[in-house]
C-alpha cells in the first residue's frame, strides 16, 4: 500500500487544518498515524488509531486541539487540528503498521509529508 498525505497549508495562530491521508489499498487492518518534523528537530509522533477507529493516542503537546480519525471504506485517516499554534509548523507524514498497538514505533510505510506552516 502506499499513502498520499495532502491538506497542508499556510495558517495564522489560531486557526485549523485537516490533513488527509489516503491509502492506495485496504487500510482496514493497519494501524494509522501522524507524524511531524520541523527543520532541524528529530521526527516527532502526533497521533494514532487503531484499525476500527474505537482508540486513538495522541501526543501531550497536542492533546485537546488535534483529533486523528478514519474511514476505512474510504482508505483515508484524517488530522483535524485545531488552535493551532507556530511551533505546530513541520512537514506532516501519515504511516501505516500491522501492529495494534498505538505507540511510536513500528511503521513499515509512510507517505511523503504535507507542509503545515503557523504564522504568528
Known amino acids: 500500500v502506499q499513502l498520499q498525505a495532502s491538506g497542508g497549508g499556510l495558517v495564522q495562530a489560531g486557526g485549523s487544518l485537516r490533513l488527509s491521508c489516503v491509502a492506495s489499498g485496504s487500510i482496514n487492518k493497519r494501524t494509522m498515524a501522524w507524524f511531524r518534523q520541523a527543520p532541524g528537530k528529530e521526527r516527532e509522533f502526533v497521533s494514532a488509531?487503531?484499525?476500527?477507529?474505537?482508540?486513538?493516542e495522541v501526543t501531550d503537546s497536542v492533546k485537546g486541539r488535534f483529533t486523528i480519525s478514519r474511514d476505512n471504506a474510504k482508505d483515508t485517516v484524517y488530522l483535524q487540528m485545531n488552535s493551532l499554534k507556530p511551533y505546530d509548523s513541520a512537514a506532516y507524514y501519515c504511516?501505516?503498521?500491522?501492529?495494534?498497538?498505538?505507540?511510536?514505533?513500528?511503521?513499515?510505510?509512510w507517505g511523503q509529508g504535507t507542509q503545515v506552516t503557523v504564522s504568528s
Open positions: 488509531i487503531n484499525y476500527s477507529g474505537s482508540r486513538a
Open positions: 504511516a501505516a503498521k500491522f501492529s495494534p498497538w498505538l505507540t511510536a514505533g513500528g511503521y513499515d510505510v
